[in-house]
């Protein structure tokens, strides 16, 4: 049961070797950088570590004991990360599917819209723009 902020790619092979043992399911999302404007060449992403590694250790001890997981795993990625690439992953292992399904959904929501990190878009020509909260992850993390 662990939390992870790195600017190094990571192996998700690697990540789940040995992850959630004995467990019924085992839930993994991995989000990628995507362009939806078709003029961005990365995302930058910051944080403050302590705050941000806490933030995520804590929600993820929450969600084990609200979905009784066997094991979670949160990685997540900052600096400056280019298009196509990974920026995180969860995973959930549980006993049963559904709950393994519910809490991945949980994590992922909660990242998307309470973790502690601040994203910038950077366009081609070098601009940079912050990147805003949107509606729907915050209607996505109210069915919670």
Known sequence: MTARVQTAPFDLAAE???????AGAVVTFTGLVRDD??????????????????????????????????DWRIVHRHGRIEIGDQIMMVATAARHRRAAFDAAGYLMDWLKSRAPFWKREIARDGSATWVQAKAGDEDALSRW
């Open 16 to 22: 789940l070797r040995d992850f959630g043992a004995g």
């Open 37 to 70: 404007t078709g003029q961005m060449a990365a995302l930058e992403i910051e944080h403050y570590p302590e705050m941000t590694e806490r933030a995520l250790s804590d929600f993820g001890a929450a969600a084990a004991q609200r979905f009784d997981l066997a």
